[in-house]
């Protein structure tokens, strides 16, 4: 299953690009010759990064392309060196995550960009650079991330939740335009009445989401009024079951809202511990920016933007989409 969809999804995709140019096939793998960096965000093969990995490495084995994957476990600083890194390769693209900030990634993508390689980016996005070299590739693949904090927050509050209910959102609110997800479930939260707590997810549980168990125990069991915890993390969604366990909840008596569809997820959802996780179609956030390269370096096309925040997973839907998720492409 998972080879014969990103088979078929490149299939289609060459299939419309021969069509009309002199030459072309629709077996021709177009991005032959080509090289590209990309970073892939968390670490390899866990549930926020494993579907990325695999819409990435299945478009660049469909168009030809030479794929060299990065992980940074989420941080900024890393991802900044990684690029680096990537620039003295001298490749034809680098995809890279919004995480450092724009200020941060400016002058390294301008320097990049002058230098003929296309610079694009996934996941989290950075506005001003997208403005400012879209004409040379730089487009977006990932969520409208306040939007999909509004959209996961709905689903919370739909689940009953109430003015004057306590909640709690944890998150990376200072990531410059990454913040913006979980800024968006806050704001929604309490612009329903809910009393919101805005917990600030440190570097270190960042990287490492197990150290944040005893934190958020900690918390909830300080908090006997909680109703409620947000986040758009996809590292911490996944401990939260864990982590109501240990605090002596039952699964429903807090109402849970999350981020992707990693394992763990996928068990506190089936256990209802977890209420509701936005769905951000992680395949296409790895699929898209290779396809993006091809079409900048071979049709000098300009970067193209797809909001990939497609929905919310609940208990009730997420049997359907089990081995899907299981093949590493949901």
Not at 96 to 106: D, E, R, V
Not at 211 to 223: K, W
């Amino acid at each position: 299953m998972m080879k014969q969809t990103g088979a078929l999804l490149a299939g289609s995709i060459l299939a419309v690009l021969a069509q009309g140019i002199p030459g072309a096939m629709a077996d021709d793998l177009i991005g032959s010759g080509l090289t590209m960096y990309m970073q892939m965000g968390g670490n390899p093969g866990d549930g926020a990064t494993l579907a990325r990995q695999t819409g990435a490495a299945q478009a660049a084995k469909s168009f030809g392309v030479e794929l060299k994957e990065q992980f940074s476990a989420w941080a900024p600083e890393t991802m900044i060196n990684q690029f680096k890194e990537a620039v003295a390769a001298k490749p034809t693209c680098i995809e890279i995550m919004g995480h450092p900030g724009g200020t941060a990634f400016h002058d390294l993508v301008k320097a990049a960009t002058d230098q003929g390689i296309i610079v694009t980016v996934g996941n989290s996005p950075m506005t001003d650079l997208q403005k400012e070299f879209g004409t040379k590739g730089t487009g977006y693949a990932g969520v409208d991330l306040y939007a999909g904090g509004t959209l996961t927050a709905n689903a919370m509050l739909a689940k009953g939740l109430k003015s004057g209910d306590e909640a709690m959102v944890y998150g990376v609110f200072s990531q410059a335009e990454r913040g913006q997800s979980e800024k968006g479930l806050a704001d929604t939260l309490e612009k329903a009445g809910l009393k919101v707590d805005r917990l600030e997810v440190t570097q270190e549980i960042n990287s490492d989401v197990s150290l944040g168990v005893p934190v958020l125990v900690a918390y909830i069991q300080s908090h006997p009024k909680l109703k409620a915890i947000g986040t758009q993390h996809g590292g911490i969604t996944g401990v939260l079951a864990e982590v109501l366990e240990k605090a002596g909840r039952k699964p429903g008596e807090i109402v849970v809202g999350g981020i992707d569809l990693g394992p763990a997820t996928i068990d506190g959802l089936k256990k209802g511990y977890v209420t509701a996780t936005l769905d951000q179609l992680l395949y296409l956030q790895g699929f898209m920016p290779v396809l993006q390269c091809v079409l900048t370096a071979k049709y000098k096309m300009p970067g193209l933007s797809l909001n990939t925040g497609a929905g919310v997973v609940t208990p009730d839907t997420i049997d359907a989409l089990t081995k899907l998720i299981d093949a590493g492409i949901r």
